[in-house]
C-alpha cells in the first residue's frame, strides 16, 4: 500500500498570501494518479485537483497542482478567506487508493 | 445536480453490523459511469476508503476491512449500501458515500454530507 505523507501538518497563513503544500509518496505514483481534496470543518471533502495538475469543475484558478513520481504539490497563489480549510491528497496509482493524513491551513 | 444521501443508525452496539444506505438523486446508478464508494473518517483524523461497487454488483474493497464488508446496490431505488460486522470502537467515523467516475484518475467527485456512526454499547 502507498503511504501519503503531508507536510506540513499546519500552514498559518494570511489572506492573500501563497500557500504550497506538499505531498508525498512511498512508491512511484503511475501515471499522476494524484489527486488534491478540500475540506472544511463539518462538510465532506470537495474535489479540487485530479491527474495532478488538474483543476476540476468549478475550482478557482488560484489552486494548482503540480508533481510526479513521488512528490506532489498544491499551491493556493492567494489565499482567499473561504481558502482556509484542511486539504488532503489522494492517491489512485496502486490498490488501495489511500489518502494522506492532511495539511490544515489556518488563519494567521 | 447530483446529489448523495446517507442514511442509517447513529449508534451501533460492539459487535453488531453497522448498516448504512446512500441514496442517489439526480444521476442513475446503472447509467455505468460511475463506481459507488464508500469511505469513512475517524474523529479529528484522515480519510480511508472503504470500497466501491458497480451497478453490475462487481464490488473492490479495502483489504484492511475486506472480511467485515459487504457493499450492495439496488438499482430499482437508486441506492448503494454498506454492511460492515462485528464493529469495534475502533469503528466509530463519519461515512461517507461518493461518486467515482470509471477511470478512477478524475477523482471522487461527488460526495454525500456525511453521516456519523458511533460504535458503544
Known amino acids: 500500500e502507498i503511504v501519503l505523507t503531508q507536510s506540513p501538518g499546519t500552514l498559518s497563513l494570511s489572506p492573500g498570501e501563497r500557500a504550497t503544500l506538499s505531498c508525498r509518496a512511498s512508491q512511484s505514483v503511475s501515471s499522476n494518479y494524484l489527486t488534491w481534496y478540500q475540506q472544511k470543518p463539518d462538510q465532506a471533502p470537495r474535489l479540487l485537483i485530479y491527474?495532478?495538475?488538474n483543476r476540476a469543475t468549478g475550482i478557482p484558478d488560484r489552486f494548482s497542482g503540480s508533481g510526479s513520481g513521488t512528490d506532489f504539490t498544491l499551491t493556493i497563489s492567494r489565499l482567499a478567506p473561504e481558502d482556509f480549510a484542511v486539504y488532503y491528497c489522494q492517491q489512485y496509482g496502486s490498490s488501495p487508493t489511500t489518502f494522506g493524513p492532511g495539511t490544515k491551513v489556518d488563519i494567521k | 445536480q447530483v446529489q448523495l444521501q446517507e442514511s442509517g443508525p447513529g449508534l451501533v452496539k460492539p459487535s453488531q453490523t453497522l448498516s448504512l444506505t446512500c441514496t442517489v438523486s439526480?444521476?442513475?446508478?446503472?447509467?455505468?459511469?460511475?463506481?459507488w464508494s464508500w469511505i469513512r473518517q475517524h474523529p479529528g483524523k484522515g480519510l480511508e476508503w472503504i470500497g466501491y461497487?458497480?451497478?453490475?454488483?462487481?464490488?473492490h474493497y479495502n483489504p484492511s476491512l475486506k472480511n467485515r464488508i459487504t457493499i450492495s446496490v439496488d438499482t430499482s431505488e437508486n441506492q448503494f449500501s454498506l454492511k460492515l460486522s462485528s464493529v469495534t470502537a475502533a469503528d466509530t467515523a463519519v461515512y461517507y458515500c461518493?461518486?467515482?467516475?470509471?477511470?478512477?484518475?478524475?477523482?471522487?467527485?461527488?460526495w454525500g454530507q456525511g453521516t456519523t456512526v458511533t460504535v458503544s454499547s
Open positions: 439526480g444521476d442513475s446508478i446503472n447509467s455505468g459511469g460511475y463506481y
Open positions: 491527474g495532478a495538475s
Open positions: 461518493a461518486r467515482e467516475p470509471l477511470l478512477r484518475y478524475y477523482g471522487m467527485d461527488v
Open positions: 461497487i458497480y451497478y453490475t454488483g462487481t464490488t
